[in-house]
């Protein structure tokens, strides 16, 4: 059972930028990562996704060009970089892991993995 738990959330003003990370339990090198967020009222989004060698990455509309996800295999990390935030990017912010081995980690993929979140707030 695979442990992830994230860190870096926090109050920021709007054209800020945090880093967040989520750390797992155990190596989980052939995961593919993703980011889903949660704001209140409202389903949970994916954000982004990484496979498991970190070639290959996806974003959604919302976030491309501002957020970016990245990993460190040896340090069993995956990190989210957000930049220029804006105050509907208000949320829980989730990491999760699955889609082994697989070339292309996307928003349809099947997660096994879930962190508990963090929060991060976008004041305007």
């Known amino acids: 059972q695979v442990q992830l738990v994230e860190s870096g959330g926090g109050l920021v003003q709007a054209g800020g930028s945090l880093r967040l990370s989520c750390a797992a339990s155990?190596?989980?090198?052939?995961?593919?990562m993703g980011w889903f967020r949660q704001a209140p009222g409202k389903e949970r989004e994916f954000v982004a996704a990484?496979?498991?060698?970190?070639?290959?990455?996806y974003y959604a509309d919302s976030v491309k060009g501002r957020f970016t996800i990245s990993r460190d295999n040896a340090k069993n990390t995956v990190y989210l970089q957000m930049n220029s935030l804006k105050p509907e990017d208000t949320a829980v912010y989730y990491c999760?892991?699955?889609?082994?081995?697989?070339?292309?980690?996307?928003?349809?993929?099947?997660?096994?993995?879930w962190g508990q979140g963090t929060q991060v707030t976008v004041s305007s």
């Open positions: 999760a892991a699955g889609g082994r081995w697989a070339r292309t980690v996307v928003e349809g993929t099947k997660f096994d993995y």
């Open positions: 990484i496979n498991w060698s970190g070639v290959n990455t």
């Open positions: 155990e190596p989980t090198f052939s995961y593919g």
